[in-house]
């Protein structure tokens, strides 16, 4: 079973709409949780931490559901520079596990 | 802002030759980390370094491959005997606290191995 499962989409969307990533993970002792953004052949980069009690960063909400193991990423009022994959991460034991991503399409 | 910084950008070499990618991490950071992701695929976790030792590795991580130190700035991947399936992107990050605390990825160096 793969620790960490993303629906790889792709999701296509208009500028202005709001889209939501899902995200779960396997291991119930999992410590910490991440949604990175990776553009096209480039590093990961840090979104944002995902707490059980969520957390916003401007357009960006996350949220973690520890008792269904399951972490959400909501971005309202998408804009064309939010095209990228959006990762998964889970922290567990002594190493970070990576979703395969979610491919996001902005579309004018 | 500081950043990590990883050298060369590509290497292309024959399958069987010795690489080695190296990583600047940012100055005042203690954790290192390497991984890598093959093209299409998802990022894997290689190995975590700490206070000069191998704190983390995967099965990835096999005696192929080895991770060092060697000044105060640096901080490379040895691959030995390499392999088509090698071929990868690897990302060198470094973090300033214990590993579930913000990681810094390098830009990559992109492996090709004929």
């Known amino acids: 079973r793969k620790e960490v499962e993303q629906d790889p989409g792709p999701f296509n969307v208009p500028e202005g709409a709001t889209v939501a990533f899902n995200c779960t993970y396997s291991?119930?002792?999992?410590?910490?949780f991440f949604w990175y953004r990776q553009d096209c052949r480039k590093e990961p980069k840090l979104l944002m931490s995902?707490?059980?009690s969520g957390n916003e960063d401007g357009r960006f909400t996350a949220q973690l559901n520890r008792a269904s193991q399951y972490i959400s990423l909501l971005i309202r009022d998408s804009k064309l520079s939010d095209s990228a994959t959006y990762l998964c991460v889970v922290f567990t034991g002594n190493q970070f596990y990576f979703g395969t991503g979610t491919s996001l399409t902005v579309i004018p | 802002e500081p950043e990590v910084t990883q050298t060369p950008s590509h290497q292309v070499t024959q399958m069987g030759q010795e690489v080695i990618l190296r990583c600047v991490p940012i100055?005042?950071?203690?954790?290192f980390y390497w991984y890598r992701q093959i093209l299409g695929q998802k990022v894997e976790f290689l190995v975590s370094f700490y206070n000069n030792e191998i704190s983390e590795k995967s099965e990835i991580f096999d005696d192929q491959f080895s991770v060092e130190r060697p000044d105060g700035s640096n901080f490379t991947l040895k691959i030995r005997s390499t392999k088509l399936e090698d071929s990868a992107m690897y990302f060198c990050?470094?973090?300033?606290?214990?590993?579930?605390?913000?990681?810094?990825f390098g830009p990559g160096t992109r492996l090709t191995v004929l």
């Open positions: 291991n119930s002792a999992s410590q910490s």
């Open positions: 995902v707490y059980s």
């Open positions: 100055s005042n950071h203690l954790y």
């Open positions: 990050a470094s973090s300033d606290s214990p590993a579930t605390d913000t990681q810094y």
